[in-house]
């Protein structure tokens, strides 16, 4: 960070000289890491859409972290989130916000499949079997356990790091008894 503001000092391109000469304040916030500050940046670049960040500021060419608008949520990486899903972001490494994803659902079990298949389930699905999702379209967690799963998840893409730093952390000690 010391080194990114120093930049700013001796500008040496056109557009940085451009930004500083515009700039009144300089705002900052401390984050435990550097996770949660990177989530915090892009979260803020993509609500107050600054006009010098060009790396961030493009939603449809960056991958999001999507909630559906759906009375039992699907999770998933999209670059096109659908109408009325929350959706966090945008991430610059698809790989790396897969793989987020990935811990996030096995931890809180949220589903992954499409509104349809969800309809239409009878038994539940590989996910569950692999224990990455609770099954809710078969009634193996009740409504309000999985609502509160989806809250938690929220917490953590909202910056909470704790929300899936602690579950995991009592995982890990559980199998170290």
Do not use: W
């Given at each position: 960070?010391?080194?990114?503001?120093?930049?700013?000092?001796?500008?040496?391109?056109?557009?940085?000289?451009?930004?500083?000469?515009?700039?009144?304040?300089?705002?900052?916030?401390?984050?435990?890491?550097?996770?949660?500050?990177?989530?915090?940046?892009?979260?803020?670049?993509?609500?107050?859409?600054p006009?010098?960040n060009?790396?961030?500021?493009?939603?449809?060419?960056?991958?999001?972290?999507?909630?559906?608008?759906?009375?039992?949520?699907?999770?998933?990486?999209?670059?096109?989130?659908?109408?009325?899903a929350v959706?966090?972001?945008?991430?610059?490494?698809?790989g790396?916000?897969e793989?987020?994803?990935?811990?996030?659902?096995?931890v809180?079990?949220?589903?992954?499949?499409?509104?349809?298949?969800?309809?239409?389930?009878?038994?539940?699905?590989?996910?569950?079997?692999?224990?990455?999702?609770?099954a809710?379209c078969?009634?193996?967690i009740?409504?309000?356990?999985?609502?509160?799963?989806?809250?938690?998840?929220?917490?953590?893409?909202?910056?909470?790091?704790?929300?899936?730093?602690?579950?995991?952390?009592?995982?890990?000690?559980?199998?170290?008894?």
């Open positions: 960070l010391r080194d990114r503001v120093r930049s700013y000092a001796d500008p040496r391109s056109e557009r940085i000289r451009g930004m500083v000469e515009r700039a009144d304040r300089i705002e900052f916030a401390v984050t435990d890491t550097e996770t949660q500050a990177l989530l915090l940046e892009a979260n803020l670049v993509k609500r107050l859409r006009r010098y060009v790396r961030l500021k493009d939603d449809k060419s960056y991958p999001l972290v999507s909630f559906s608008d759906h009375s039992v949520p699907r999770v998933e990486v999209t670059r096109d989130p659908e109408a009325g959706a966090y972001g945008p991430f610059t490494d698809k790396r916000v793989t987020v994803l990935k811990a996030v659902r096995d809180y079990g949220l589903r992954g499949c499409s509104d349809h298949k969800y309809a239409n389930r009878d038994r539940p699905c590989l996910d569950y079997e692999m224990g990455i999702c609770s809710p078969t009634g193996e009740d409504p309000e356990s999985y609502a509160e799963d989806v809250a938690a998840a929220r917490r953590f893409f909202e910056g909470e790091t704790g929300a899936l730093a602690d579950p995991l952390r009592r995982r890990m000690e559980a199998a170290a008894e």
